[in-house]
C-alpha cells in the first residue's frame, strides 16, 4: 500500500499585531514630512545621528531579571555573552549611551537630530502600534533657558515647515519646577513620601479637563468616589495647598509676562520655584526677540504630562483646528509632539550632571493630523508608462525611459510578460496617466504614439460602441520622438 503523497506545509501569511505594512504613498509622506524636520533641524546647526536599533537593556533602563522572558514594555533577547539586549524603547536613551560613551570626544553641547523606528511591547489597538516612528532634535550638555528657548523654536518652525498655518496649532510651554515649588511652599517634604505626592498631584491635574476642578479637588484632598463606586485616594494635601495648586492650573493667561507674574505670587519665597519662574522669564525674552508671539507660543500651566521626567521647562504641541473624521465626526488628535529639558539621563552612566533638553514628535500621528487638515500635496505621480509592443526595440524602449527620466519625470518600461491588451491593463492598475506604444512602423518613422490615459477614460464614457472607441482612438496621437518630452510634459501640466 503506497503512501499517499502528503501536501507541503505552507506558512499562513499573516502580519504580527501592532506591527503595520506601509503603502508607497504613506512612505513618501513620511519621508516629506521628515525632510521638512531635517532641514529645520540643520538649518540650526544640528547635526544628523543614527543609533542602532537594538540596545543593552541596562542602557534602555530596562534591567531584566535572569528569566526566560524578560519584563514588559520591550522586546528583548540574550545576546550570545548571556546579556539581554532590547529593541529601543525611543531614540533619547540611545542618545544618552552614545554621549556618554563618547564623551570626551563631542564637541559640546551636542546638537543631534534623528528619526527612525522604536519599539513597545504592548498592547497593541486603533492607532496604537509596537513600532512607530519618531523624529527628534536634541541638545546634549547645554545648561540655561537658551537652549529651551530654541528647543521651542524648532518646534514651532517644524510644525510650519510640515504644513500647519499660524493659527492651526500651538506650543505650549509649563516648567516642572514651578509646581515643585508650589508643593515646596506648602510644605509637601522631598521625601519619598513627598515624592508619591507630587504623582499623585500631576495625576490630579491631569484630570482636569474631564473632571473639573470640583472632581481635582477632591484628589488632591482625601479622594473621590466616581460613578461606578470606585474609591481613589487623593494626595492628601492640606486646604492652603490645594488652593495654591488650583491657582497653578489656572495661572496662565493670553499675555506671557502676565502668566508670568501669576505665577511668582503662587510659587512664594520658594528658591526652586522662583528659578522656574527666571526660565520662563528668559524663555519669553528670547521669543519676543524673534518675534513669536503667544499665538505661536504660549505658556500653559495645564501642561503637566511627562512632568515626572523632566527636571525643568516642559512644552507639548497642540492643534488648534477641529478636525473631523470622513463621517464628519469631530476627531481627538492631542499633542502632536513635545519635549523639555531632562538633566538626569546621561548622569546615570556618568555619575555628574549632564544638562539635556530635546524635541520630540511621532511621525504617524502628526502625518494623520495633516492629512485631516489637507495639509499634505498630492501623492506622487505614477511613471509614464512604456509599453513592449515589440521585443526586438526593448534598447530603445529602455533609451527612451532614460529621456524622459533625465527630464525629471519618473518612467518605466515593462518588463512583464503579455501582450498589449494586458499590458494596458497593468498600467490601468498602476494609476499610469501617460502611455507610450512603439512598434517596427513608428520607429521606422521616427515617432512614438502617446496615449493620455485618463482623458482616453473619460472620453471613453460617450462613447457607445466598439467600433465609435476603434475608429476614433479618443486621447491618442502620433509625435515625433524629438517632441516626446514635449508632448508629455504638456499632458502633465493640464
Known amino acids: 500500500m503506497s503512501k499517499k503523497n502528503k501536501k507541503p506545509l505552507r506558512p499562513k501569511a499573516r502580519r504580527p499585531r501592532g506591527f503595520e505594512d506601509k503603502s508607497a504613498d504613506v512612505i513618501r509622506a513620511e519621508a516629506k514630512l521628515i525632510a521638512a524636520a531635517f532641514s529645520v533641524y540643520d538649518s ?85 502600534f509596537r513600532e512607530f516612528v519618531q523624529c527628534d532634535a536634541d541638545s546634549v550638555g547645554a545648561p540655561g533657558a537658551a537652549a529651551d528657548a530654541e528647543m521651542i523654536m524648532l518646534a514651532a518652525d517644524v510644525m510650519r515647515a510640515v504644513g500647519l498655518k499660524e493659527g492651526q496649532y500651538q506650543v505650549r510651554v509649563n516648567n516642572r519646577k514651578l509646581l515643585d515649588g508650589i508643593l515646596e511652599s506648602a510644605g509637601v517634604s522631598n521625601t519619598e513620601e513627598g515624592a508619591i ?66 505665577l511668582e505670587k503662587l510659587v512664594g519665597n520658594s528658591e526652586r520655584g522662583l528659578s522656574g519662574c527666571q526660565e520662563l522669564t528668559d524663555i519669553d525674552t528670547i521669543l519676543n526677540s524673534v518675534g513669536i508671539g503667544p499665538d505661536r507660543v504660549a505658556f500653559d500651566t495645564s501642561i503637566v504630562r511627562g512632568l515626572g521626567y523632566y527636571t525643568g521647562p516642559v512644552f507639548e504641541v497642540e492643534l488648534l483646528t477641529d478636525i473631523k473624521d470622513r463621517k464628519g465626526r469631530p476627531v481627538q488628535i492631542g499633542s502632536i ?18 544638562p539635556a533638553t530635546g524635541f520630540s514628535f511621532g511621525v504617524s500621528r502628526l502625518l494623520s493630523a495633516l492629512e485631516r487638515l489637507g495639509a499634505l500635496e498630492n501623492k506622487s505621480r505614477p511613471p509614464v508608462f512604456i509599453s513592449v509592443f515589440d521585443r526586438s526595440l526593448l534598447g530603445e524602449y529602455f533609451r527612451m525611459a532614460e529621456d524622459i527620466r533625465a527630464a525629471g519625470i519618473r518612467a518605466e518600461v515593462y518588463v512583464g510578460t503579455g501582450n498589449i491588451t494586458k499590458q494596458m491593463k497593468y498600467a490601468d492598475r498602476r494609476g499610469a496617466q501617460i502611455a507610450i506604444i512603439m512598434g517596427e512602423d513608428e520607429h521606422a518613422r521616427g515617432e512614438v504614439t502617446i496615449k493620455d490615459l485618463v482623458l482616453g477614460a473619460e472620453m471613453a464614457k460617450a462613447i457607445s460602441s466598439n467600433e465609435e472607441w476603434k475608429s476614433s482612438r479618443p486621447a491618442q496621437q502620433s509625435v515625433a520622438k524629438d517632441q516626446m518630452i514635449k508632448v508629455i510634459k504638456s499632458i502633465l501640466e493640464k
Open 197 to 262: 505626592q507630587r504623582l499623585q498631584v500631576l495625576r490630579a491635574i491631569d484630570k482636569l479637563d474631564r473632571l473639573g476642578s470640583d472632581g481635582v479637588e477632591a484628589l488632591l484632598g482625601e479622594g473621590r468616589e466616581d460613578e461606578s463606586g470606585d474609591y481613589t485616594k487623593g494626595a492628601g494635601l492640606a486646604p492652603s495647598a490645594i488652593k495654591s495648586v488650583l491657582g497653578f492650573t489656572t495661572a496662565s493667561s493670553d499675555d506671557r509676562g502676565k502668566t508670568i507674574s501669576n
Open 44 to 128: 540650526h546647526g544640528f547635526e544628523p545621528l543614527q543609533t542602532p536599533a537594538f540596545e543593552y537593556a541596562d542602557v534602555l533602563g530596562k534591567f531584566l531579571p535572569d528569566e526566560d522572558r524578560p519584563n514588559t514594555g520591550v522586546f528583548a533577547l540574550r545576546d550570545d555573552d548571556e546579556q539581554w539586549m532590547s529593541l529601543r524603547y525611543d531614540l533619547t536613551a540611545p542618545l544618552a549611551r552614545y554621549v556618554a560613551e563618547n564623551f570626551d570626544a563631542l564637541a559640546k553641547p551636542y546638537r543631534r537630530y534623528q528619526a527612525g523606528s522604536v519599539y513597545r511591547n504592548e498592547k497593541p489597538g486603533p492607532g496604537r
Open 337 to 354: 509632539g513635545g519635549g523639555g529639558r531632562y538633566d538626569d539621563l546621561v548622569s546615570r552612566f556618568r555619575g555628574q550632571a549632564v
